[in-house]
Antibody
Framework: QITLKESGPTLVKPTQTLTLTCTFSGFSLDTSGVAVGWIRQPPGKALEWLVL???????NYSPSLMSRVTVTKDTSKNQVVLTMTDMDPVDTATYYCARRLLMAGHWHFDLWGRGTQVTVSS | DIQMTQSPSSLSASVGDRVTITCRASQNIDISLAWFQQKPGTAPRSLIFGASGLQNGVPSRFSGGGSGTDFTLTINSLQPEDFATYYC?????????FGGGTKVEIE
């Protein structure tokens, strides 16, 4: 069974750094054609893509957040870690991690974690 | 950035209806489009990739079409479990971008 699960703090203060961990099972981030991404969703709003990390350690960042976001992987632990600096109340959202697979020539988010709610407030 | 515009933003329908949702890209994205379903309080679920490829396990009443800038998601014979919000997403270029969503409600 393939699963992804996000974990981290539910509440952070403005200006603090957020660290979220995506722990996955049932696949390896050592395998060619596999990536893990982070996507967030503010309350009542649409989805926003943040970052991707590939099996070969290539990374793609959303330009609007590139200066604040870092992503790393630990293949021995089957984890991907998202770090976002200088948190602001507008960063309040549910944060999802998702597996991205190369499917019939298309990179696609085929499986998502349940998400973790993060509130930014003093 | 490629802007994705969905229409309508919401619609009301009855069980058994055929429903079509439209997604328009601000520039050509070939067939690099996916569709997701999201129910309240849950994670998005993959439905369609590559504009028309059906994700494993998704019922065949869901179908996707289109290319270039105009795409559709059609649900034939709407079922009670299909009432949800639907999002399109382009994977033609970075940054990856999503549409604003279409909420399908019970009439």
């Amino acid at each position: 069974q393939i699963t992804l699960k996000e974990s981290g703090p539910t509440l952070v203060k403005p200006t603090q750094t957020l660290t979220l961990t995506c722990t996955f099972s049932g696949f390896s981030l050592d395998t060619s054609g596999v990536a893990v991404g982070w996507i967030r969703q503010p309350p009542g709003k649409a989805l926003e893509w943040l970052v991707l990390i590939y099996w070969n350690d290539d990374k793609n960042y959303s330009p609007s957040l590139m200066s604040r976001v870092t992503v790393t992987k630990d293949t021995s632990k089957n984890q991907v870690v998202l770090t976002m600096t200088d948190m602001d109340p507008v960063d309040t959202a549910t944060y999802y991690c998702a597996r991205r697979l190369l499917m019939a020539g298309h990179w696609h988010f085929d499986l998502w974690g349940r998400g973790t709610q993060v509130t930014v407030s003093s | 950035d490629i802007q994705m515009t969905q229409s309508p933003s919401s619609l009301s329908a009855s069980v058994g209806d055929r429903v079509t949702i439209t997604c328009r890209a601000s520039q050509n994205i070939d067939i690099s489009l996916a569709w997701f379903q999201q129910k309240p309080g849950t994670a998005p679920r993959s439905l369609i990739f590559g504009a028309s490829g059906l994700q494993n396990g998704v019922p065949s009443r869901f179908s996707g079409g289109g290319s270039g800038t105009d795409f559709t998601l059609t649900i034939n014979s709407l079922q009670p479990e299909d009432f949800a919000t639907y999002y399109c997403q382009q994977h033609y270029a970075y940054p990856l971008t999503f549409g604003g969503g279409t909420k399908v409600e019970i009439e």
